[in-house]
């Protein structure tokens, strides 16, 4: 499947209209796209049953439009031109058009200029269509298709007052230059992204996500299909809760069965409610969904939230009938939430919109949310409302068949009311888009995820170390890491980092102060943090003696800072503002645990006060441990300040927190360039593996692993495949040293789990015994490999396994045979940058052994991670790769490099793609 180079929301399947693929081409040529508009287009390659639409087309154009595409007046295609326009050879030449409601209204084509890498390019517009961004949406198809058939570089001509085009190139963040003598433009693009392409791009996708987003997060009016007079059903509930959350415009209940619903008069269907209507809830059975739609379609409503269920997640009968739906709701370039979905809410006032069929309308705040499940967010709205946690918006997505987290990201993106926001995900629609936008996104505003699904099930059975020890939670796990979201683990999580988040600074360190009335929770809260990282110091000599100035002579101010059970209000309040104004410290914690309920009303007051005034970049957080029965007299507070009811809460929020913050603060990775570098001969090599395998691919030989390696500057073993005992005399003596004997079979694919492997074999006799032995420990032996033998050094692994929602996973770890049972790697999403591998290298506990452990030698550290890195650039220049597992890798000592002992590399064909490179994930936000 092909990446995305422009702006792509959806891949669909092919059903029968003109906005389908053309026969006997791939379905994944057709791709929607948003146009700057917000409206939803199908792009797809031209075809010969295109005539009569680009005739209509072309005769729809104005005398000008035409004049500038076709250098003429005369708006008629003769048939030769019309043939000229839709046979092609999809390589040479190319065209795409652009579907808006089952009509053809823009065209970008090119034609190679002979056997150069330069080809002329044109584009047309239908004018009702003008303005809209449809031509860039083009420019990009057609380059990126352009880029894998040789073509670097697009010639168009144009009149001098065709100012539409020229700001269309000049905007596309290609290098573009004029040629005034003879009024064209060459237009050249890169094979891979730019920073300016991307930025350009990011920004024009965001632009055109919240335009298409508008009319649902913020419609002027709001109709309900299957608004309901029965108070308890989803209908009634949800219509209920329309009127009573005060929605600024027009409420239509839709029901042909009742006049009026909640004393609102009610219409038979969409087509009888005056005016127009932006949004419309359906709530009706799967089987009257589609007929609603269509009405929905013929009056002009601009979104859609389905809440009826009975889709894809009933079955295949339920994903077709999705399918008609997404279908439907595509080719009239509408937005939908749902099928299957709770609904949704936005608490602005300017807007007020509670629709959703919950009980429960969230207080007004920062945090904005989006969840998978719609039984959960109930729940989670309810447990944000009793936790003082205020919702800007909330979008339950149920079957993502349209609207995603992606596009709610990019929505909130700049929203100026989101400062927070929250997610729970039980799948990702398409992670690698996913990965582009939150990397982007997270370092303007946090993001907390709870992805469900850690479990071993999740696990792909594979036949290599690298494939065993992957799964899909350590890809999501790799996803989030690189691209800064945090993941917790359990909805409490998510509500104690998002109090934090939502109140209080990002921490800039690691440094965390801690006050309390009692050693008990300090202890606890010291455990906790230190546990995780953070640190507790010593808090200096200056600082202490501010503090023995307000304390009594048993109070400990070190740090923790413990004023015994007697410090009162006044105490915490000196104490607290004291070490806020530190410069010790990043983070301040303050325990209190009642002894009795007398000041204990007065003292948290104190607490929050001091938190509310304080306008510094610290970060302060409250735990509040009860002890008995608060007075039924004492005020009910609201206040900013994070509070906890246990020291462990606030720390592991703390330490969520902090590690984002490091996140944000650490340079943007590089993904390095290599010189040295043979990917001719490497390509030919994986070319001529491939043509003797069928289409379910195979193992590399060895002589083709070794080939591959070499051809990407990384060290192997000198080797040879031999046949007889005779042989592998022949080939240990070229070789000056020890050899390794090493059986070749299909069944042994962990061959020292057999016997099937020989070491520090020397001399001829050895060299015959070790051979009969390796051959001797399988039944289907096709070879022996004769290796030198690599002498010292520690054994690491490093490989990658192919995800197929993810893309290609790569893996470090301590190599051998115990890689598995200990289950110490570190994973990362490729393409890996410099800073991704220093993490990987750093996670890995048992690391530390390359650096020199107790007096041991160090390792060449950064021979490894140069090696992780040519690695990547492998993965990248060889889609075919499925799989690779290099265990074990010798590492020398610094200096000395590394060098691949074992290796496998499992190949597969795949087909072709628009995409000149397997990079999913750019590393420029």
């Given at each position: 499947m092909p990446s995305e180079r422009f702006i792509v929301t959806h891949q669909i399947q092919a059903s029968s209209d003109i906005a389908d693929p053309p026969p006997g081409y791939p379905a994944d040529w057709v791709q929607d796209a948003v146009t700057s508009a917000g409206e939803t287009l199908r792009i797809r390659p031209i075809a010969p049953r295109d005539r009569d639409a680009l005739q209509a087309m072309v005769r729809g154009l104005s005398r000008q439009s035409t004049y500038d595409h076709f250098f003429r007046a005369e708006r008629d295609l003769e048939p030769h031109e019309l043939d000229h326009f839709t046979?092609?050879?999809?390589?040479?030449?190319?065209?795409?058009?652009?579907?808006?409601?089952?009509?053809?209204?823009?065209?970008?084509?090119?034609?190679?200029?002979?056997?150069?890498?330069?080809?002329?390019?044109?584009?047309?517009?239908?004018?009702?269509?003008?303005?809209?961004?449809?031509?860039?949406?083009?420019?990009?198809?057609?380059?990126?298709?352009?880029?894998?058939?040789?073509?670097?570089?697009?010639?168009?001509?144009?009149?001098?007052?065709?100012?539409?085009?020229?700001?269309?190139?000049?905007?596309?963040?290609?290098?573009?230059?004029?040629?005034?003598?003879?009024g064209s433009y060459t237009i050249t693009f890169p094979e891979e992204e730019t920073d300016e392409t991307s930025a350009f791009r990011a920004e024009w996708e965001k632009r055109a996500a919240v335009k298409s987003m508008m009319p649902m997060m913020a419609p002027q009016a709001v109709a309900v299909i299957g608004a309901s007079r029965d108070p308890e059903s989803i209908g009634g509930r949800l219509f209920s809760n329309l009127l009573a959350?005060?929605?600024?415009?027009?409420?239509?209940?839709?029901?042909?069965?009742?006049?009026?619903?909640?004393?609102?008069?009610?219409?038979?269907?969409?087509?009888?409610?005056?005016?127009?209507?932006?949004?419309?809830?359906?709530?009706?059975?799967?089987?009257?969904?589609?007929?609603?739609?269509?009405?929905?379609?013929?009056?002009?409503?601009?979104?859609?939230?389905?809440?009826?269920?009975?889709?894809?997640?009933?079955?295949?009968?339920?994903?077709?009938?999705?399918?008609?739906?997404?279908?439907?709701?595509?080719?009239?370039?509408?937005?939908?939430?749902?099928?299957?979905?709770?609904?949704?809410?936005?608490?602005?006032?300017?807007?007020?919109?509670?629709?959703?069929?919950?009980?429960?309308?969230?207080?007004?705040?920062?945090?904005?949310?989006?969840?998978?499940?719609?039984?959960?967010?109930?729940?989670?709205?309810?447990?944000?409302?009793?936790?003082?946690?205020?919702?800007?918006?909330?979008?339950?997505?149920?079957?993502?068949?349209?609207?995603?987290?992606?596009?709610?990201?990019?929505?909130?993106?700049?929203?100026?009311?989101?400062?927070?926001?929250?997610?729970?995900?039980?799948?990702?629609?398409?992670?690698?888009?996913?990965?582009?936008?939150?990397?982007?996104?997270?370092?303007?505003?946090?993001?907390?995820?709870?992805?469900?699904?850690?479990?071993?099930?999740?696990?792909?059975?594979?036949?290599?170390?690298?494939?065993?020890?992957?799964?899909?939670?350590?890809?999501?796990?790799?996803?989030?890491?690189?691209?800064?979201?945090?993941?917790?683990?359990?909805?409490?999580?998510?509500?104690?980092?998002?109090?934090?988040?939502?109140?209080?600074?990002v921490p800039k360190g690691r440094r965390v102060g801690i006050v309390s009335n009692a050693g008990g929770p300090a202890i606890l809260a010291v455990d906790a943090l230190e546990s995780r990282g953070l640190e507790i110091p010593v808090l200096s000599d200056e600082l202490q003696a501010r503090l023995r100035t307000e304390l009594s002579p048993e109070a400990a101010i070190r740090n923790p800072v413990d004023m015994i059970a007697a410090a009162g209000a006044k105490e915490y309040g000196a104490v607290l503002e004291t070490l806020l104004g530190a410069d010790d410290l990043d983070a301040v914690i303050a325990i209190h645990i009642p002894a009795s309920a007398i000041d204990l009303v007065e003292i948290q007051n104190t607490i929050r006060e001091v938190g509310e005034a304080y306008e510094g970049d610290k970060t302060f957080l409250a735990v509040f441990m009860q002890s008995g029965k608060i007075s039924d007299d004492a005020p009910k507070v609201t206040s900013t300040v994070p509070e906890f009811t246990f020291p462990e809460r606030a720390a592991r929020a703390l330490n969520d927190a902090v590690r984002y913050g490091e996140w944000l603060r650490r340079p943007e990775g590089e993904i390095p360039?290599?010189?040295?570098?043979?990917?001719?001969?490497?390509?030919?090599?994986?070319?001529?593996?491939?043509?003797?395998?069928?289409?379910?691919?195979?193992?590399?030989?060895?002589?083709?692993?070794?080939?591959?390696?070499?051809?990407?500057?990384?060290?192997?073993?000198?080797?040879?495949?031999?046949?007889?005992?005779?042989?592998?005399?022949?080939?240990?003596?070229?070789?000056?040293?020890?050899?390794?004997?090493?059986?070749?079979?299909?069944?042994?694919?962990?061959?020292?789990?057999?016997?099937?492997?020989?070491?520090?074999?020397?001399?001829?006799?050895?060299?015959?015994?070790?051979?009969?032995?390796?051959?001797?420990?399988?039944?289907?032996?096709?070879?022996?490999?004769?290796?030198?033998?690599?002498?010292?050094?520690?054994?690491?692994?490093?490989?990658?396994?192919?995800?197929?929602?993810?893309?290609?996973?790569?893996?470090?770890?301590?190599?051998?045979?115990?890689?598995?049972?200990?289950?110490?790697?570190?994973?990362?999403?490729?393409?890996?940058?410099?800073?991704?591998?220093?993490?990987?290298?750093?996670?890995?506990?048992?690391?530390?052994?390359?650096?020199?452990?107790?007096?041991?030698?160090?390792?060449?550290?950064d021979a490894v991670k140069e090696a992780l890195l040519r690695v990547s650039a492998l993965i990248e220049d060889l889609p075919e790769l499925a799989e690779m597992d290099m265990n074990p890798v010798k590492v020398g000592g610094p200096g000395e490099g590394v060098c691949v002992v074992d290796a496998r590399m499992r190949v597969k064909r795949i087909e072709p793609s628009d995409q000149p490179v397997r990079r999913d994930i750019p590393t420029a936000p």
């Open positions: 046979h092609l050879d999809y390589h040479r030449e190319m065209a795409f058009v652009a579907i808006h409601h089952g009509r053809l209204i823009a065209v970008g084509r090119y034609n190679a200029i002979d056997d150069s890498t330069i080809a002329e390019a044109a584009f047309a517009v239908s004018d009702d269509y003008q303005q809209k961004g449809i031509g860039t949406l083009l420019l990009y198809r057609l380059t990126a298709y352009a880029a894998t058939c040789g073509i670097d570089r697009f010639r168009s001509f144009l009149l001098a007052d065709n100012h539409v085009m020229m700001r269309v190139f000049r905007a596309s963040g290609y290098g573009v230059e004029r040629d005034a003598e003879v959350g005060n929605f600024t415009g027009p409420v239509y209940p839709v029901n042909p069965k009742a006049p009026v619903v909640r004393s609102v008069a009610a219409y038979p269907t969409i087509l009888d409610t005056p005016g127009n209507v932006d949004l419309a809830f359906i709530v009706v059975p799967a089987r009257f969904v589609i007929p609603a739609v269509e009405q929905c379609i013929e009056k002009g409503v601009k979104a859609l939230v389905v809440i009826s269920a009975g889709f894809s997640e009933i079955g295949d009968a339920g994903a077709a009938l999705e399918a008609e739906l997404l279908d439907l709701v595509r080719s009239a370039g509408i937005r939908m939430v749902g099928p299957n979905c709770m609904g949704l809410l936005n608490t602005d006032p300017a807007i007020s919109l509670d629709g959703q069929f919950g009980p429960i309308m969230p207080s007004r705040g920062n945090v904005a949310f989006s969840s998978q499940s719609g039984a959960l967010a109930l729940a989670i709205l309810d447990s944000a409302s009793r936790h003082g946690i205020g919702i800007s918006t909330f979008v339950s997505v149920g079957n993502l068949a349209d609207v995603s987290g992606d596009d709610l990201l990019l929505y909130w993106e700049d929203d100026p009311s989101t400062d927070v926001i929250l997610l729970y995900m039980e799948s990702f629609g398409d992670p690698r888009r996913f990965a582009r936008f939150a990397r982007r996104i997270a370092r303007k505003k946090p993001i907390v995820a709870v992805k469900s699904g850690r479990t071993k099930s999740g696990a792909r059975a594979a036949s290599s170390h690298t494939g065993s020890l992957a799964s899909l939670d350590v890809a999501v796990d790799a996803l989030f890491q690189q691209t800064g979201v945090i993941r917790v683990d359990t909805l409490e999580e998510l509500f104690d980092v998002t109090i934090l988040l939502s109140n209080e600074p360039t290599f010189d040295d570098l043979d990917r001719e001969r490497a390509r030919a090599a994986l070319d001529a593996a491939l043509a003797g395998f069928d289409e379910d691919g195979g193992w590399l030989d060895p002589n083709t692993i070794d080939t591959v390696l070499e051809c990407y500057g990384i060290r192997v073993p000198a080797s040879a495949v031999v046949s007889t005992e005779d042989e592998a005399v022949e080939r240990s003596a070229e070789i000056d040293g020890p050899v390794v004997l090493k059986v070749l079979s299909p069944s042994a694919l962990h061959k020292s789990d057999v016997g099937g492997v020989a070491l520090e074999v020397v001399g001829e006799t050895a060299v015959r015994d070790a051979y009969r032995q390796v051959v001797a420990s399988v039944t289907d032996p096709t070879g022996v490999l004769v290796q030198e033998f690599i002498a010292g050094g520690h054994e690491i692994l490093m490989g990658m396994v192919e995800d197929p929602n993810f893309g290609p996973l790569v893996v470090f770890g301590l190599g051998g045979v115990f890689v598995e049972l200990i289950g110490d790697a570190a994973f990362r999403i490729h393409p890996l940058t410099d800073l991704d591998v220093d993490d990987m290298v750093e996670e890995v506990k048992s690391a530390r052994l390359l650096e020199g452990y107790r007096g041991a030698a160090p390792s060449d550290i």
